[in-house]
């Protein structure tokens, strides 16, 4: 495996570690505080509804949002650390 090989292999390893991370986390609060935190959540209120509630309707999306403006800083870095910045 020549250099540039392994350059590009570990670029991805951490890629695809990154996307796991993030993934995982939207999953735990779409799934999780959505459906099987609702109970406990639903003890709070956050603009007048119920924590579980909202986040199964709006907090979700908002998480995701965010984290699709992480997942671009990250790669943004993870490009200037293995050379691949325009």
Do not use: P, T
Request: aromatic share 20%; proline share 0%.
């Amino acid at each position: 495996m020549s250099d540039k090989q392994k350059h590009a292999s570990a670029y991805w390893k951490e890629n695809i570690k990154y996307l796991a991370i993030l993934l995982v986390i939207w999953f735990v609060v779409s799934f999780g505080c959505g459906i099987l935190f609702r109970e406990e959540l639903d003890q709070f209120r956050l603009g007048g509804f119920k924590l579980g509630f909202w986040f199964a309707q709006q907090g979700s999306i908002y998480v995701f949002v965010i984290l699709i403006f992480v997942y671009v800083r990250l790669m943004n870095k993870l490009d200037k650390k293995y050379g691949f910045d325009e």
